[in-house]
């Protein structure tokens, strides 16, 4: 029988280290989408912060505490990192299990937003783009999420299955910005 290994999505090619950037993979979180039942939207809300002492956030938004994030993910969808949903969630919503179904990569560094400016159509800057604030975008070519995690840190999220072009454009866009430095 075979032996399955289990791997990250960026696997060895992260992390990276390119000028004033790093480029890290997010270790490994349960991510579950939260879609609530039509009119339900409160209830979840309520349930989440009961379970997890985080309420929904608003359109654009995240919210964290405790090693666990919540990410708005678009309309009446949610995205919760880091802990299993809690107990009253399901009777208000749909829930998902995608903690297999996305690579997470962390952009830190003063020359983090150029990086990004080179492959996202958004300004990302601080001044338009605070700590909390989320936006779903496309990322060169792929649809990703994109969270300012701190002052100088950016979580970039794509589908699985271009983890390796994710990680590529990345480094290329990085070695571009350090290159003009």
């Avoid at 949610?78 to 299990?97: C, F, R, S, V």
């Avoid at 994109?146 to 990680?167: D, H, K, N, Q």
Wanted: charged share 15%; net charge negative; with cysteine.
């Amino acid at each position: 029988m075979a032996e399955l290994i289990a791997l990250s999505p960026a696997g060895a090619a992260l992390p990276k280290r390119i000028g004033a950037v790093t480029l890290t993979e997010a270790p490994f979180a349960p991510m579950t989408g939260i879609s609530p039942h039509a009119g339900e939207v409160a209830q979840v809300s309520a349930a989440l912060e009961a379970a997890h002492g985080l309420a929904l956030p608003g359109p654009g938004r995240m919210l964290s505490g405790a090693g666990i994030e919540v990410l708005w993910f678009g309309r009446n969808r949610w995205l919760l990192i880091g802990a299993a949903p809690g107990d009253g969630l399901a009777a208000h919503a749909a829930l998902t299990d995608q903690s297999d179904a996305w690579v997470s990569v962390i952009v830190q560094g003063a020359a983090g937003v150029d990086v990004l400016a080179r492959l996202v159509p958004v300004d990302l800057r601080p001044r338009a783009f605070a700590e909390g604030s989320v936006i779903r975008t496309e990322l060169f070519h792929m649809p990703a999420a994109i969270a300012r995690t701190g002052a100088e840190e950016l979580r970039v999220m794509c589908f699985r299955s271009m983890a390796g072009t994710l990680v590529h454009d990345l480094v290329t866009a990085a070695e571009a910005v350090a290159a003009r430095g």
